[in-house]
T-cell receptor, first 117, second 112 residues
Framework: KAGVTQTPRYLIKTRGQQVTLSCSPI?????VSWYQQTPGQGLQFLFE???????NKGNFPGRFSGRQFSNSRSEMNVSTLELGDSALYLC????????????????FGNGTRLTVT | SQQGEEDPQALSIQEGENATMNCSYK?????LQWYRQNSGRGLVHLIL?????REKHSGRLRVTLDTSKKSSSLLITASRAADTASYFC????????????FGQGTELSVKP
């Protein structure tokens, strides 16, 4: 089975621009979560989607948004980029229909490295 | 704020030695999970221990959980150079829905 696929792998953007990151979960997985990883803040939860509905949201400004499609693929969007948005953005999928992490491990992609200049 | 605090932040050992990493958390949890991350890549799930379990084994990994002390430890026995990575504990707090809260991680370096 193919793993979680994230595209693109690397991205360089300028302050004020917007960006869209894509994630294809493992086949059959219906829950997709997004995390931001930075050296200073570590791994921080952004949001989680299940069956096209956002079930959980972390403490990020409204510039960060996401969605999930009927085939479980997910995208996240960051508008009006700031220098502090430079990070590794990780997507993870989970098999079971219960709430993510309850009894289901997360399967992570290799991330999108976003650099904002 | 981070739910988990890991100790030590960095650990350097020789191949064949055991490595122990500790994780403390703040609130009641449903389960605690350990993940490994090789440099610049995604996280790999290692082991999940439920709140009603005290110890779990998987290959060279041994995880303990003490809910009274709100702490967990990960032991890697007979370490190998390939175990060099960052290790994170993650919890699902009861009062924060179904999201994983990660600790800051322990950087393990295993020297051949």
């Amino acid at each position: 089975k193919a793993g979680v696929t994230q595209t693109p792998r690397y991205l360089i953007k300028t302050r004020g621009q917007q960006v869209t990151l894509s994630c294809s979960p493992i086949s059959g997985h219906r829950s997709v979560s997004w995390y931001q990883q930075t050296p200073g803040q570590g791994l921080q939860f952004l949001f989680e989607y299940f069956s096209e509905t956002q079930r959980n949201k972390g403490n990020f400004p409204g510039r960060f948004s996401g969605r999930q499609f009927s085939n479980s693929r997910s995208e996240m969007n960051v508008s009006t980029l700031e220098l502090g948005d430079s990070a590794l953005y990780l997507c993870a999928s989970s098999l079971y229909g219960d709430r993510v992490g309850t009894n289901s491990p997360l399967h992570f992609g290799n991330g999108t490295r976003l650099t904002v200049t | 704020s981070q739910q988990g605090e890991e100790d030590p932040q960095a650990l350097s050992i020789q191949e064949g030695e055991n490595a122990t990493m500790n994780c403390s958390y703040k609130t009641s949890i449903n389960n605690l999970q350990w993940y490994r991350q090789n440099s610049g890549r995604g996280l790999v799930h290692l082991i999940l221990i439920r709140s009603n379990e005290r110890e779990k084994h998987s290959g060279r990994l041994r995880v303990t959980l003490d809910t009274s002390k709100k702490s967990s430890s990960l032991l890697i026995t007979a370490s190998r150079a390939a175990d060099t990575a960052s290790y994170f504990c993650a919890t699902v707090p009861w009062n924060q829905g179904g999201k994983l809260i990660f600790g800051q991680g322990t950087e393990l370096s295993v020297k051949p």
